[in-house]
T-cell receptor
Framework: AQSVAQPEDQVNVAEGNPLTVKCTYS??????LFWYVQYPNRGLQFLLK??????LVKGSYGFEAEFNKSQTSFHLKKPSALVSDSALYFC?????????????FGQGTTLQVKP | NAGVTQTPKFRVLKTGQSMTLLCAQD?????MYWYRQDPGMGLRLIHY???????AKGEVPDGYNVSRLKKQNFLLGLESAAPSQTSVYFC??????????????FGDGTRLSIL
């Protein structure tokens, strides 16, 4: 069965420092991986995805993610954090089998960026 | 372009009451989903639909029913509300070309409290 894990409930970084939010996955077949962000009292917003190709994927708001097949990881990164990046971040993997578009989400990681 | 719209935004029910949550999307998406979000548990899929007139069970379907009579609308019903159904409910939609890794687009949620 497909699954994702986000090992950290919360990540704290200082503004201007690089940030990493971790995600590991377990899939049968090729992984389709996604990152979403959720701001308070809002729905999830799509940040980026990995389907195939370059292991470094660039997305919205300056975020990028690195796909590592040997470590089965898909960590979200940003070179310089902003206070406005503070939010809840979800990693997700496409569910298999079947052509349903279903996603399986991790439990989420709260990112706190302090001035 | 409104995207995914959920109504109502907030609701308080008494145990045993019934209600229907409405989701409407204007992106001509084939796939639609209902999730519930609870603290520390990420998003859990309740029901989904791969097209007009079709519905299927997700991870936590008990106590809920759905209907997709029109392509743009996906209704979630609670026949007899229970306190355990207190949650934030999110609707999402996506294109059917799941092989291309289409992201899901989310509404801003319905906050439901069952007393």
């Amino acid at each position: 069965a497909q699954s994702v894990a986000q090992p950290e409930d919360q990540v704290n970084v200082a503004e201007g420092n690089p940030l990493t939010v971790k995600c590991t996955y377990s899939v049968s077949g090729n992984p389709y991986l996604f990152w979403y962000v959720q701001y308070p009292n809002r729905g999830l917003q799509f940040l980026l995805k990995y389907i195939t190709g370059d292991n470094l994927v660039k997305g919205s708001y300056g975020f990028e993610a690195e796909f590592n097949k040997s470590q089965t990881s898909f960590h979200l990164k940003k070179p310089s954090a902003l206070v406005s990046d503070s939010a809840l971040y979800f990693c997700a993997v496409r569910d298999e089998p079947g052509n349903t578009g279903k996603l399986i989400f991790g439990q989420g990681t709260t990112l706190q960026v302090k001035p | 372009n409104a995207g995914v719209t959920q109504t109502p935004k907030f609701r308080v029910l008494k145990t045993g009451q019934s209600m229907t949550l409405l989701c409407a999307q204007d992106m001509n998406h084939e796939y639609m989903y209902w999730y519930r979000q609870d603290p520390g548990m990420g998003l859990r899929l309740i029901h989904y639909s791969v097209g007009e007139g079709t519905t299927a069970k997700g991870e936590v379907p008990d106590g809920y029913n759905v209907s997709r009579l029109k392509k743009q609308n996906f209704l979630l019903g609670l026949e007899s509300a229970a306190p355990s159904q207190t949650s934030v409910y999110f609707c999402a939609s996506s294109y059917s070309r799941a092989g291309a890794g289409q992201p899901q687009h989310f509404g801003d949620g319905t906050r439901l409290s069952i007393l």
